[in-house]
């Protein structure tokens, strides 16, 4: 859906929140706001292959159209549209209509993984209708934008001008969207519920993001996941498309492409970050995905 086919109100939506994320990217990037888990993303020129980590949450294009490709799937979305990812994915961006003069603007809102999996759990308690719903055969939702959601948005960016409540509002209000995600797409609570298998795999791919540097076997997940590492295994490759020692070393060097191209952080720093002690296994390793070393990377 363009911005060309909604509504009037979803356009003047869109237009506002343009107007109050600009200020915020004058050139070329990604932001970090002060607001835990929100960011913002601006890209001025055509790319075909910018790393991302997509952690649980929603994307939202405010301008423009981005694609992704994972291991197995093509996301491509728009303005108008919203992209639920229910667990931490890795893979490459592409931003093939953008300028400097009409850059692609996006927002980036991370979830608390406890904290919506509490949230999934009480709606799933509290309305029967809820519970009825089949688990998604995927762990992303591509939907349409609707007002309501749009607004919270806005006014999740606008407490950045409240120093002193920016806090407990954001807080409130990045409850209240995804009260309102949930709400309007109760499929989604049933990939968070506690207990079922694709929220302890879920609930793993969190933990992987978050110690990218441990030691992990496939025994130790399964261990964690509370599962029999065939099931653990297969559950995995279900819901991700891959096995989860694959997962974790894509996971690492998207990572450190990511820290390397984006953040600028040296190339051995990148690599122990992600959990490399050995730089010339990473130089392999980064060189057999991405085709180049990571040296060469940076210079291109």
Known sequence: MTISKTPEKLTALYHQLVTKVLPYMPKE???????????????????????????????????????????????????GQILFIGANISGFAYMPECSFNKPFLGLALEFDFNQLSHLACTL??????????????????????????????????????????????????????????????????TLLKDGTATHKIIETMVWMKQHLQSKNTLSSLAERALMSESAFRQHFRAIVGISPMKF?????????????????????????????????????????????????????
């Open 124 to 189: 799933a308690l509290n309305n029967k209708n809820m519970q009825q719903h089949n688990t998604p055969n995927r762990i992303f939702n591509l939907f349409d934008a609707n007002e309501k959601l749009l607004e919270s948005l806005s006014r999740l960016v606008d407490t950045l001008q409240e120093e002193a409540l920016i806090r407990p509002l954001a807080e409130l209000i990045k409850q209240e969207i995804a009260l309102r995600i949930f709400h309007a797409h109760p499929e989604l609570v």
């Open 248 to 300: 974790q070393k894509q996971l690492r060097l998207q990572q450190a492409r990511v820290l390397i191209l984006q953040e600028k952080r040296p190339i051995a720093e990148a690599a122990s970050l992600v959990g490399y002690e050995s730089p010339s296994q990473f130089s392999r390793e980064y060189k057999r995905f991405f085709g180049v070393t990571a040296k060469e990377d940076r210079l291109e």
């Open 29 to 79: 990037g990604r932001i970090h706001t002060k607001i835990e888990g929100l960011s913002f993303y601006r890209h001025d020129n055509p790319n075909y292959s910018l790393p991302c980590v997509q952690p649980l949450g929603i994307v939202v294009a405010l301008q423009g159209r981005k694609e992704i490709s994972l291991e197995n799937e093509h996301i491509c979305y728009e303005v």
